[in-house]
């Protein structure tokens, strides 16, 4: 079973910048689609970021213009820069991989908080 781990979360203030990095324990990034999704407290999972096996990207709505979705292929690592961050962006970050286009496949997440 492939295994995602997340990290690069943390706190940070309005406006501020941070970059999540996934880190599959197999070699999924570039043969898979991958994603990034978060869970906010009390609210659904939603889909922030996705990017297919031929590099198109897909974004929220809500973070289009803010976050970047980017994966290297020979580190096998999949990232999301994210700027100019707001209160509402808090929330638990997930790294996801489409596993053989059947299965989705979840990391532990990551805590992003931005607060002043």
């Known amino acids: 079973q492939v295994q995602l781990v997340e990290s690069g979360g943390g706190l940070v203030q309005p406006g501020g910048s941070l970059r999540l990095s996934c880190a599959p324990s197999e070699n999924v990034v570039g043969i898979w689609p991958l994603g990034w999704y978060r869970q906010a407290p009390g609210k659904h999972r939603e889909l922030v970021a996705g990017i297919t096996t031929d590099g198109r990207t897909n974004y929220a709505e809500s973070v289009e213009g803010r976050f970047t979705i980017s994966r290297d292929s020979a580190k096998n690592r999949l990232y999301l820069q994210m700027s100019s961050l707001k209160s509402e962006d808090t929330a638990v970050y997930y790294c996801?991989?489409?596993?053989?286009?059947?299965?989705?496949?979840w990391g532990q997440g990551t805590q992003v908080t931005v607060s002043s």
């Open positions: 996801t991989v489409q596993y053989r286009n059947t299965e989705t496949i």
